[in-house]
């Protein structure tokens, strides 16, 4: 990643993360600004992004030091770990001691990054937990991709690329003309892939690099008018029946979207889009979006039914409900954050015996 950060990459993390609580908290807008199912697979394409450019660099160094890079995928997989589950097991033991749902009950699936598992097997969103299932994706894709990756030769990546996003048009297909449970085709890893293959191919792109200049400020408009009509055709596909095998093709359209906001936000956005992305309080709320994803359904189990007895109706006051739950969610990220979280991340050298990397 040639050590660049780009802080507007942690700004669009908050751009998805509001996303996300706008949808589950209720936030009454125009259906063609909603915006919150496609925030998920946004986050799938930063995942792949980042990923991507971690394992290249880890190979680079690897190789220029004379030394097998597989010896760096313990330290890959210690570093996802020592990231994702302190803030997770502490909020599944929040959830179990307050009694939240059937978290309980369903608490191993959880523990063990299968809760997409166990809403295919149900056939049912698990109460309390079904946001899980996107950070359960996640980690299965921490498993396949290093391997995939590290077994490629670059020139063959593209090739590796097209094959994931026909595995997973396919998956998708197949689940629809077989009249499978939609929740099957939204939680399994298959039905994802062309979203990490997104960030996979941004990061081909800009060959491994964080901050190159694939396009110029012509270009990165004239794509963005091609990319923004493919998210309009997405949009109006979302609306057709669940049986219809056209729909098969919305995670497909979003992902040029999403392909080309990642690629222009990586190159930095100039004028009012890079100042807003650029914003302290927008790239320190990217760096805790893991925090504000696992607390806020807990949030909003919790604190909704306070709301309501204060009299904050979700019709008649639901924008002033929307941000009191999302600054909730913030805080208690926030807390977790510099209460947890950063203390054991300053023990990650140690632990994985590897210097800090930005961005994985």
């Known amino acids: 990643m040639g050590g660049v950060y780009q802080p507007q990459l942690d700004g669009l993390r908050a751009v998805a993360i509001t996303g996300v609580l706008f949808h589950h908290f209720g936030m ?3 259906d063609f600004l909603e915006y919150g199912p496609i925030s998920v697979r946004l986050f ?3 995942t792949g992004y980042f990923i991507t450019l971690w394992l290249w660099k ?3 160094t690897a190789n220029a030091g004379g030394v097998s890079v597989w010896r760096e995928l ?3 997989h210690g570093r996802r770990l020592l990231r994702i589950v302190p803030p997770l097991y502490l909020s599944l033991l929040l959830a ?3 009694g939240v749902g059937a978290v309980r009950s369903d608490f191993l699936w959880h523990v063990a990054f299968l809760s997409n598992f166990y809403a295919a097997k149900t056939g049912y969103w698990p109460d309390a937990m079904a946001h899980l299932w996107s950070l359960s994706v996640q980690e299965q894709f921490y498993l396949l991709w290093p391997v995939v990756l590290l077994l490629t030769p670059r020139r063959w990546f593209p090739g590796v690329l097209a094959g994931a996003v026909t595995i997973a048009f396919g998956f998708r297909l197949a689940c629809i003309v077989w009249e499978v449970n939609p929740i099957i085709r939204w939680t399994m890893l298959f039905g994802s892939l062309d979203s990490f293959a997104t960030g996979g191919f941004v990061a081909w792109l800009a060959g491994g690099k964080v901050g190159v200049q694939v396009m110029t400020e012509r270009q990165r408009w004239g794509w963005g008018a091609f990319a923004f009509a493919c998210l309009l055709m997405a949009r109006s596909l979302r609306y057709m029946p669940q049986t219809n095998e056209w729909i098969a093709t919305i995670e497909l359209l979003e992902a040029v979207f999403i392909g080309w906001v990642i690629l222009a936000t990586a190159q930095g956005w100039r004028g009012p889009i890079g100042w807003f992305l650029s914003l302290p309080p927008l790239v320190y709320m990217g760096k805790i979006s893991l925090g504000i994803y696992l607390f806020h359904v807990l949030v909003h189990i919790v604190f909704g039914p306070m709301l309501d007895r ?7 006051d639901n924008t ?9 969610s913030i ?6 954050w510099h209460l947890f979280e950063q203390p054991l991340a300053r023990l990650k050298p140690a632990l994985v015996g590897h210097p800090k990397s930005r961005g994985a």
């Open 28 to 30: 009454h807008i125009p």
């Open 310 to 316: 204060a009299g904050i109706d979700p019709v008649q």
């Open 331 to 336: 805080g208690a990220a926030a807390l977790s």
């Open 74 to 76: 313990p330290v890959f």
């Open 44 to 46: 799938f394409a930063l």
């Open 96 to 98: 179990a001691v307050l």
């Open 58 to 60: 880890a190979e680079d």
């Open 320 to 328: 002033v409900r929307v941000l009191l739950l999302t600054a909730l």
